[in-house]
Every structure is written in structure tokens, then in C-alpha cells.
């Protein structure tokens, strides 16, 4: 049996969204995995010190510790919690989770080097940060899709005589709340019949902003908050186009799971997106923060249903290939 450390943010009892510390930690214990999680503290400092204290006390009963891997201030967490793996002589494999971490690396060389140089691994859930790491000259790299349970998530074929946008995500300022408010903005100055969801609970204070700028736009946008996975696979099924509206992606769960359900997919061509959708077979790819793109890409949907809902079955088709069934045979390969 393979006893893990998972150091991650487990903070979907205190109003955030799953991460993967939850989704990817249970599917291991499931299959035979000792899983250990670290921290549900939800202050930041008192997190940091949770995990450490967590990596002393099973330092002599784990035989990995994997760290899920951000770029902005969590990247801090990885860099504390691999420095103390390395001193206790810990296996660590690094989750490169952050979908601006190329960035980091410029940014932060050495402190990088200390985390990622000396891991065990590091795991890439994209060919676009796997292809950075290698660039910087990483050769302990893999790449380990996200994954999604298939059987969750059913196909429904969606009709298209009136615009329903849904957009899932924490409300923070990197993933652009405010510009999926803008589309639905412009389609309704187009006279185009059309409304918004947006559901996800808040990050840093954007949920109160996009609020008051639907108020100030004059548009109704449906704000659910944060809901459960159920939930919210229940609610797609009154909505026909997926939206992401982010400036920085790694390969979010969020768009797999759209792709999964049959809705057609319009996303910022940043990140990682292009490695996980074909523009214009699997779904649409639009320049960042443009609401006429957006637009265009909405109006081409609307205009062509047969070649939206043969898109649709494009990406059900590729998401397939991302079923934990298929994907976790990778995962044995590095725990075993």
C-alpha cells in the first residue's frame, strides 16, 4: 500500500470550490491509496503552518508527498512545504496547478529551481506548462491530465433558438467575471435574446463587483454562488453555450466537464486552452478580454446549430480520452 501526503487548499467547507486536493485525493484513496490532506485552515498563515506541521508528523509514514502547485501567493505554500520534504528527505511531486506559472518561472528563477529541480516529479496537467517547464530546461516532467468521472456528467444535444450563456469559475479579478456581463450587454444592444448564469462563490471580492455592474449595465445575470457539483450539472441542462472568460488557464476542470455535457465551449485562447480545444472543430477560441469576439463566436453558434451541436460532439468525443478510468493508469506509473 502507498501511503500519501496531499498538500493542497481544502477549503470547499468554507464556501470555495473543490480543488483537486478533494476530487484527485478521493479517487486515489478509492483505489487503494492512503491519502493524508493538508489544510482546511482557511487563514493563510495558519494553512502554512498546518502543512508544515503535517509534513513533521508523517514525515516517517508517507512515501510521497504531492503538493498542488499555484503561481500567485500560493506558490509560497510549494516552496515552504518542498524545502521541508527535502530536508526530511521526503519524495515530493510538484502539481503544476497555476496557469501562470511560465511567468514564475521568469520571474522567481531561483526559487523555482529549488522547488522544481528537486522534485520527483513534477506533474503537468497541460502540454502548455509541460512545454514551458521543458523550455526552462525541466526533463523531471509528466503530463497528467485533470480527469473527470464520465459517468457524471450526461451528453444532452442542446437547441439554439435563443442565446443561454453559462459561466462556471471562483469570481476573481484573473478570470474575468466582468467580461462575460459585457457580452451579454452587447448581444442585448444587438437585440439578440439572450441571458447569463454565472455560478461559482467568490475569491477576491469580484463576486459584489460583477453584481454591481450588471446593476449599472441594466442586464439580468443570474448569480447562483457557489453550488454543488450536482447542482450545477443540474442547471446546465437550461443553458446551450459555455463561456470562459479567463486572462490566464492551465486546463480547468470547468470547461472538461462543459465539454462533457454537451455544451459547446467559447474560451479566451490563453493558457492552455489551445492544447485542449481545436478551434472550430471542438469548440471556439477567441483573442482575451474582446467582447466582439465573443460576439462573433456566439453569433456563429446561433447561425450554425448543426455545426454547434457537431462541435459539441467533437469535444464529448476528446474528453473521453480525460475519464479517471483512462487517466489514473498515468498516476499508478508515478506512485508505484
Partial sequence: ???????????????KNKTSIETLGKLLEVEGFTVKMSSSKSNKLLRMFDMMY???????????????????????????VSQLCRFFKLKYIS????????????????????????????????????????????????????????????????????????WVRSFSEIYNPLLAIKVLKALKDLNIDAELCMVGPDSDGSLQEAMDYAKDLRVEVTFTGKLSKQAWIEKSKDYNI???????DNMPVSVIEAMALGLPVISTNVGGMPFLIEDGLTGILVAPDSVKAFVKAIEQLLNSPKTSKSMALNARKIVEQLDWNVVKNQWFKVLK
Avoid at 459555455?242 to 490566464?248: A, M, V
Fill in 1 to 15: 500500500m502507498t501511503n500519501l501526503l496531499y498538500i493542497g487548499n481544502k477549503l470547499s467547507n468554507k464556501g
Fill in 54 to 80: 503535517n509534513v513533521v508528523k508523517f514525515r516517517n509514514q508517507v512515501d510521497f508527498v504531492l503538493i498542488d502547485t499555484y503561481s500567485t501567493a500560493n506558490f509560497y505554500y510549494a516552496m515552504v
Fill in 95 to 166: 502539481i503544476l496547478r497555476g496557469g501562470n506559472l511560465p511567468n514564475r518561472l521568469k520571474q522567481s528563477p531561483r526559487l523555482s529551481n529549488a522547488i522544481f529541480n528537486h522534485a520527483y516529479k513534477n506533474i503537468a496537467p497541460s502540454e502548455y506548462i509541460k512545454s514551458h517547464f521543458e523550455t526552462w530546461g525541466y526533463t523531471n516532467i509528466v503530463c497528467i491530465p485533470n480527469s473527470i468521472e464520465l459517468k457524471n456528467y450526461v451528453f444532452k444535444e442542446r437547441s439554439f433558438d435563443m442565446v443561454k450563456l453559462l
Fill in 242 to 248: 459555455f463561456i470562459n472568460t479567463t486572462n490566464f
